[in-house]
């Protein structure tokens, strides 16, 4: 009793559980509320994928505003040199943003993900995700989830919009070049400088495209060898609807002669290889006023000169059959040789479709490894610097990929595949170089 009375009618007694605390009975959650997402996500992983993004967009919209610069400048020039009025300058610019995403796609995962893991190691957040017990391969989880989407928007760019673009813009260039004003300082080159050797320049003082007019016209026609072999100046000339030529008005023809056996010199100067001709009126086939200054090609000229981006991988399928049929049926050697090398160009152009979204997931694996530093390296112009050297090297393999897989004279799918495979093979070596330090 007087042990009961010294403790006091105010203290309460503590009870301890008799067992341990693992089988401590706990109000259990519905089962249905047990279940977590079928696919979990840690909180890592939206942590570095919500970086990795952010980075991307930002890199994105540098490299894109800069290229969106330079269509800029490259309409207004359009602008003077045609005298195209504003909307059909708006409208190049806009025909050509589907090629300017997919082409900078790929610079802005590789800097996107360098930037994003420069930034984590410089606040040390990388050294304490590997002191959790995180890998860097774990680690890639994130941003190769970002790669992959990027890559099927590169596909369906590539796929679906640049195709329809690309023609849509060049129609609308010929369109606007057809109803502008006269253009001063005109100059045509026949073929276009990308599309082969020079074959013709023709150069006049101005060119009114509703009546078919040169001023001060003067033409140059080059030899193989690209040497100038004749020219033509006059005063003016017009076009003819009923001939399909030029009527060139009070004018003189030069001619050029290499040597001295190709025609009769009327000069006994042995180094006299050179006469000319005046006219009052001469009639010259060239292209009409609607080819002059831009001058469209069907989709087999294309094809040909390896302008693969005008059509859909179904488009090129078709076209590859159609050459083939042509092959078959034709008994000419040359012929069949040339064919064959369309043939070789369009399986590649296939083939490059379907490999070049690929570079998206590669270059993530190069940008991560390349982020991650020693804390007290890092500096703010490290992620710009790495990016560009490394693009650097892809580019310069990208466009002798394509030039070699392009003309024909390579395997096909080899040049296809190449420049993302090693690019992804760089990319596993330097993450497994890092993942064991």
């Known amino acids: 009793m007087k042990h009961s009375e010294d403790i006091g009618p105010t203290t309460t007694p503590i009870f301890l559980p008799t067992t341990a605390p693992s089988t401590l009975q706990a ?21 570095l994928f919500n970086h990795v993004v952010q980075a991307t967009l930002r890199g994105l919209g540098w490299f894109a505003g800069l290229l969106v610069a330079v269509a800029v400048i490259t309409a207004a020039r359009k602008l003077v040199d045609n005298s195209l009025t504003l909307g059909s300058m708006a409208v190049f610019i806009a025909y050509q943003i589907p090629r300017i995403l997919l082409f900078t796609l790929p610079m802005s995962i590789l800097y996107g993900t360098v930037q994003a893991f420069t930034d984590l190691s410089s606040r040390g957040e990388v050294t304490a995700t590997f002191g959790g017990g995180m890998s860097l391969r774990r680690m890639l989880v994130a941003p190769l989830t970002w790669g992959a989407m990027l890559m099927l928007v590169a596909f369906i760019l590539q796929e679906r919009l640049m195709p329809f673009c690309e023609r849509q813009k060049e129609v609308a260039v010929v369109r606007s070049v057809a109803n502008s004003k006269v253009q001063e300082h005109f100059r045509f080159e026949d073929p276009p400088s990308n599309r082969g050797p020079l074959k013709r320049l023709i150069q006049a003082e101005s060119f009114d495209p509703k009546t078919g007019t040169l001023i001060q016209p003067r033409i140059q026609e080059h030899d193989e060898d690209q040497h100038v072999s004749k020219e033509v100046y006059a005063e003016r000339a017009v076009w003819n609807l009923k001939t399909g030529q ?29 006469w000319a ?12 006023p609607h080819q002059l200054g831009s001058a469209t090609m069907n989709m087999r000229q294309h094809l040909e000169h390896g302008d693969f981006e005008m059509a859909s991988i179904a488009e090129l399928m078709g076209y590859r059959e159609l050459v ?18 369309l043939i070789q160009g369009i399986t590649f152009g296939i083939h490059d479709k379907i490999a070049t979204p690929f570079i998206c997931i590669a270059l993530v694996l190069i940008g991560v490894p390349l982020g991650i530093r ?6 703010s112009g490290v992620a710009m610097g790495l990016s560009l050297i490394v693009l650097l090297f892809y580019y310069v393999g990208y466009i002798l990929t394509q030039t070699w897989g392009g003309s024909g004279d390579a395997n096909p799918m080899l040049m296809a595949y190449l420049s993302p495979v090693a690019t992804a093979l760089v990319g596993c070596g330097l993450v497994w170089k890092k993942d064991r330090c």
């Open 324 to 341: 083939r049929h042509e092959m078959q049926d034709s008994k000419d050697i040359a012929g069949v040789k040339s064919k064959n090398e």
């Open 277 to 288: 001709a005046t006219f009052k009126h001469l009639s010259y086939k060239a292209p009409d």
């Open 374 to 379: 020693p804390q007290r390296s890092v500096g």
């Open 246 to 274: 030029w009527d060139f008005y009070a004018g003189e023809v030069i001619y050029h002669n290499r040597t001295r056996t190709e025609v009769q010199a009327k000069s006994d100067d042995k180094n006299d290889f050179i």
């Open 27 to 47: 109000d259990k959650p519905h089962v249905s509320q047990q279940r977590g997402p079928r696919f979990p996500v840690k909180i890592i992983d939206l942590y």
